[in-house]
């Protein structure tokens, strides 16, 4: 295995290259994940050359998924080979992420919420507004 | 080199070319360097018998010891011996924090020296590799007179030589303290550089040993471990009156991270049987699975709902491993009273169900257990009929390869489960094995293999 990170959009992107396999893939994968943490809890797994991966690397994948969530982050993944896609479904995990199939919507997907909720807050805002002038 | 003892002050450093030819260099008080050269030939005419004898004997006393401790001590006499001096002290390199350690400082105290690679004389010696010979060590500004004030010893003239290996790694360094007599000379360098030689293949042989051993170690402890595991898996298959069960584990390692099990329940007058797969391989896998044996026994004796205790045992293994660990899981149980089977599956591969030939895949279920806590699985029935038989396996089974790297996969197994003809539950499974075993040939097992089947017998 082979594990690249960059950043983009204030979303640090992970890309796995070749097989994640039980041992030192996974541990390499975690060491660098707890080391990103430390400054961003935007994660993207680019899983798009990972061709292969062993019970232990869905299970550093559920592993990731917790840790990002008890640091109030969020982690998607993107772009998963048939035969990747296919454990996750046999395991019954795919419903268990938020997989995407393109680099920009995956991205876009971090910041989507906030803007529906900076948006809500907004009409909420306006909405006050109007009947506090009712009231007046 | 006694002779030229008042010329020389800090340090004198040589350099030996080749085993044969010895190239001394000495540094003078007023900074000018001497070399003096010496061929094989010199070196034999010059060596007297008794050191003659006295390489052998050591060579013969080296080859000797194979335990690592007694080796070292064995060296430090040795070569205080044969060079008579007062002290010797050997330095081991450790390799991953680059430090020289002192594994006995013989004499009365024995404190554990450390010294850090390029420092002092044996720490020059380690980096350079070279043999140095220092007249008088307190004039010597690579010389640390601490070790002498903790001892109490008096170092005056060293002799400090790397030991290296067979691939010219310097993996230690000897220091010879204080010549008997006078001072040494170019023939006791000689004769430490030749015992050096001797001394780093002696020290590489004795870890070699001492690893070995701990691998032995390992082994016996694997087989304890093997022999335990097998005792977990079940070995003998009761005829029961309802049905018949059956399973084979060929683990790819010692121990493996499969598990199936069967257990008749007097109580709720019911048949359980389990499959499962643990993350991982070898040793972590297999302590898993003891620990999923107990608490699946335990489950099944304090209920009959499957959904209680499918929870139960999520919820224990989440709490009981780390995270990234998950165990899928095919929970089946045959209520006799109403000859139904009830099943769920926690992210086990599908079981297929065979019924007048004809294959169906099993394909509900949940998340494998370990992974989130308060699943709830939905537990699914069957009303069975005679001749009907269950087919659940591990992923070793499918994803078992030939030497072309193809799998044997779900195609081949399909064939051979729709075409059983045989009627007792063993020469179905041994069938089955046998196809797999066929197909793979001589190559590897990479994965556990397991396999269980149930039959309806009336």
Known sequence: MKLTVKEKEGVSIFKVKGKMLIGEDTLVFRKNLIEVLEKNNKILIDLSECNYMDSAGIGEMVRSLMTVQDRKGQLKIMNLSKKVKDLFYNLRLISTFKIYDDETTAVMSFYKKSITKAKAKAEAGTKKKASTKKIK | ?458
Not at chain 2, 245 to 258: C, L
Request: hydrophobic share 40%; net charge positive.
């Open chain 2, 1 to 458: 080199m006694s002779k030229n003892s008042e010329s020389i002050s800090k340090i004198s450093v040589k350099t030996l070319v080749n085993l044969h030819d010895l190239e001394l260099v000495f540094m003078t008080s007023k900074g000018n360097s001497v070399s003096k050269r010496m061929t094989e030939k010199d070196i034999l005419e010059k060596l007297s018998p008794r050191e003659l004898l006295s390489i052998i004997k050591a060579y013969a006393l080296l080859n000797s010891v194979l335990d690592y401790d007694e080796l070292f001590k064995i060296i430090m006499r040795m070569v205080t011996y044969t060079l008579s001096s007062e002290r010797s002290s050997l330095f081991i390199i450790d390799e991953e924090k680059q430090v020289l350690k002192s594994i006995i400082a013989q004499g009365k105290v024995n404190t554990e020296i450390i010294v850090p690679v390029g420092q002092g004389l044996a720490g020059y010696a380690a980096k350079t590799g070279d043999i140095l010979y220092i007249d008088d060590c307190y004039k010597c500004n690579k010389f640390d007179k601490s070790y002498d004030r903790t001892t109490g010893f008096k170092t005056r003239d060293m002799l400090v030589s790397p030991l290296k290996n067979k691939e010219g790694k310097i993996i230690g360094v000897i220091q010879v303290m204080n010549k008997k007599n006078g001072k040494f000379t170019e023939y006791d360098m000689l004769l430490l550089k030749l015992l050096s030689t001797q001394i780093a293949i002696a020290i590489e042989n004795a870890k070699l040993y001492k690893e070995s051993l701990a691998k032995q170690k390992i082994d016996d402890d694997l087989q304890i471990a093997k022999d335990i595991q097998k005792q977990l898996l079940p070995q003998v298959f009761p005829e029961f009156e309802y049905v018949d069960i059956w399973g084979a584990n060929i683990p790819a390692r010692e121990v493996g991270g499969d598990y199936f099990d069967f257990y008749h329940s007097e109580k709720y007058n019911s048949i359980y049987f389990a499959i499962a797969d643990i993350t991982g391989k070898g040793i972590s896998a297999a302590l898993l699975v003891s620990m999923l044996k107990a608490v699946f026994r335990s489950e099944i004796n304090h209920s009959e709902d499957l959904e209680k205790i499918s929870l139960n045992l999520n919820n224990f293994i989440v709490k009981n491993t780390p995270p990234e660990k998950f165990i899928t899981f095919f929970l089946g149980k045959i209520e006799l009273e109403n000859q139904t089977l009830n099943y769920i599956n926690a992210g086990h591969n599908y079981p297929y169900f065979i019924r007048n030939n004809i294959l169906k895949p099993l394909k509900t279920g949940g998340l494998p257990f370990g992974l989130f806590e308060n699943i709830s699985y939905q537990v699914n029935r069957i009303k069975l009929q005679k001749n009907d038989l269950l087919f659940m396996y591990t992923d070793g089974i499918t994803e078992s390869q030939n030497r072309r790297y193809t799998q044997f996969g779900e195609v081949r197994l399909k064939k051979i489960l729709k075409r059983i003809n045989k009627d007792k539950i063993k020469e179905i499974g041994d069938l089955i094995m046998g196809e797999i075993v066929k197909f793979t040939g001589d190559f590897p097992q990479f994965d556990d293999q397991t396999i269980l089947l149930v039959r309806v017998k009336k």
